[in-house]
């Protein structure tokens, strides 16, 4: 069951990390997401939330307490994304819906595994 937990806490970190980067970069399609939910000030603090999530995920695999909270924030954080998705009746929440299935995921099996 570990295996499982590391691959997938793995591959969130993954995918938090592309994230930052896109978001870094100011990539078109990224700068253009932020502009529709209204966040483009926030660029700076969604790279660092991006990054200590990857971070903590990783962690999390030799400290189970900290893969908890970590996996735990990556959920919050999604759901917040999704809220934020909803308030300006953006219907592109393909990419936020399926990091928060991961990070549920994540979080079951490290709860399963810690």
Do not use: K, Q, W
Request: hydrophobic content about 65%; overall charge neutral; some cysteine.
């Amino acid at each position: 069951m570990f295996v499982a937990t590391a691959v997938l806490c793995s591959l969130l970190a993954l995918v938090l990390i592309g994230s930052s980067l896109g978001v870094a970069r100011r990539e078109p399609a990224v700068r253009s997401m932020l502009e529709r939910l209204d966040v483009v000030s926030l660029a700076p603090l969604i790279v660092v939330v991006d990054l200590l999530a990857a971070f903590g995920l990783l962690v999390g695999l030799l400290s189970p307490p900290v893969g908890v909270v970590a996996a735990a924030g990556t959920v919050v954080y999604m759901v917040a994304a999704l809220v934020l998705h909803a308030r300006a009746h953006d219907d592109n929440v393909a990419p936020a819906l399926a990091v928060l299935l991961l990070a549920g995921a994540a979080l079951a099996l490290r709860l399963v595994t810690a």
